[in-house]
Nanobody, 124 residues
Framework: QVQLVESGGGLVQAGGSLRLSCAASGRTFSSMGWFRQAPGKDRDFVAAISGSGGTIYYADSVKGRFTISRDNPKNTLYLQMNSLKPEDTAVYYC???????????????????WGQGTQVTVSS
């Protein structure tokens, strides 16, 4: 069974940090990414990383504050979030795609597997 399980969310004050993890099981993923969805809004792209880690993309809103990384032997994806702002409050989703699945990594269509999400709340 293929699973993506996020962890590390929580409540933090503005300016604080959190590190999200996504444990993958059941298969190997090529590129992986993070998306987020605030109440009443669409699920938006946050960051993506290629299978080797050599190609990385960030949304403009998180550049310089968030860092995506992966540990392939552990089959785990990470998102280090620093200088958090109240507007970063959302449910954060991990996404993965199987080899041979092709579409823009910065869109939801770029992935065929999704986790259940972890809540991140940033208080002002």
């Amino acid at each position: 069974q293929v699973q993506l399980v996020e962890s590390g969310g929580g409540l933090v004050q503005a300016g604080g940090s959190l590190r999200l993890s996504c444990a993958a099981s059941g298969r190997t993923f090529s590129s992986m990414g993070w998306f987020r969805q605030a109440p009443g809004k669409d699920r938006d792209f946050v960051a993506a990383i290629s299978g080797s880690g050599g190609t990385i993309y960030y949304a403009d809103s998180v550049k310089g504050r968030f860092t995506i990384s992966r540990d392939n032997p552990k089959n785990t994806l990470y998102l280090q979030m620093n200088s958090l702002k109240p507007e970063d409050t959302a449910v954060y989703y991990c996404a993965g795609r199987s080899p041979g699945w092709y579409s823009d990594l910065r869109t939801k269509a770029g992935y065929n597997y999704w986790g259940q999400g972890t809540q991140v709340t940033v208080s002002s």
